[in-house]
T-cell receptor
Framework: DTGVSQDPRHKITKRGQNVTFRCDPI?????LYWYRQTLGQGPEFLTY????????KSRLLSDRFSAERPKGSFSTLEIQRTEQGDSAMYLC??????????????FGPGTRLTVL | GNSVTQMEGPVTLSEEAFLTINCTYT??????LFWYVQYPGEGLQLLLK?????DKGSNKGFEATYRKETTSFHLEKGSVQVSDSAVYFC?????????????FGAGTRLAVHP
């Protein structure tokens, strides 16, 4: 079990630039989630994929954000025209669609984005 | 709406002291409850969970009991170690629209001193 991996671990960019993050879930997991965590707060839900289908998007996900999960494997989260308010830790999690009540999400190490 | 409230930190303890971190929730229906831990520089790790009322989750000496009557899921450990220093997040999961969304509290930082 290699766990959930994310790349890069850290990203520093200038305001107005585009950035893309990658998440590789645990191999047999068909559910994939993105969360955002700002300093001193708990993670907040951004979006959810079941296999390749994006089934839910939070209102936190503005039009500048787009996420994909081609072929139901890895996922990418792109932020266009970054703003300083986008600075946060972006977390990816995956789970296996088995029993709803015991479904557990496993998190990656996160990508810390700093927008200058 | 659904929410989780945790006691504010930081919580500072000496090694071998007893730990309690309070967590209460507001939810429609019957959520599953979780504690996640975040060590410095690392991602979230599942610590324990409980899926129905009166269930007790336990792991690594930590325990929490799902109390429906008080809508609480307090985290306890009888004797903390320096290595337990981390941020602890209480969370609930709601089954909505065919998927599970985790809703987290703000986190409680624990610092354990020798």
């Amino acid at each position: 079990d290699t766990g959930v991996s994310q790349d890069p671990r850290h990203k520093i960019t200038k305001r107005g630039q585009n950035v893309t993050f990658r998440c590789d879930p645990i191999s047999e997991h068909n559910r994939l989630y993105w969360y955002r965590q700002t300093l001193g707060q708990g993670p907040e839900f951004l979006t959810y994929f079941q296999n390749e289908a994006q089934l839910e998007k939070s209102r936190l996900l503005s039009d500048r954000f787009s996420a994909e999960r081609p072929k139901g494997s890895f996922s990418t989260l792109e932020i266009q025209r970054t703003e300083q308010g986008d600075s946060a830790m972006y977390l990816c999690a995956s789970s296996l669609d088995s029993d709803r009540r015991t479904d557990t999400q496993y998190f990656g190490p996160g990508t810390r984005l700093t927008v200058l | 709406g659904n929410s989780v409230t945790q006691m504010e930190g930081p919580v500072t303890l000496s090694e071998e002291a007893f730990l309690t971190i309070n967590c209460t929730y507001t939810a429609t229906g019957y959520p599953s409850l979780f504690w996640y831990v975040q060590y410095p520089g690392e991602g979230l790790q599942l610590l324990l969970k409980a899926t129905k009322a009166d269930d007790k989750g336990s792991n690594k000496g930590f325990e929490a009991t799902y109390r429906k009557e008080t809508t609480s899921f307090h985290l306890e450990k009888g004797s903390v170690q320096v290595s337990d220093s981390a941020v602890y997040f209480c969370a609930l999961i709601m089954f909505s629209g065919g998927y599970n969304k985790l809703i987290f509290g703000a986190g409680t930082r624990l610092a354990v001193h020798p």
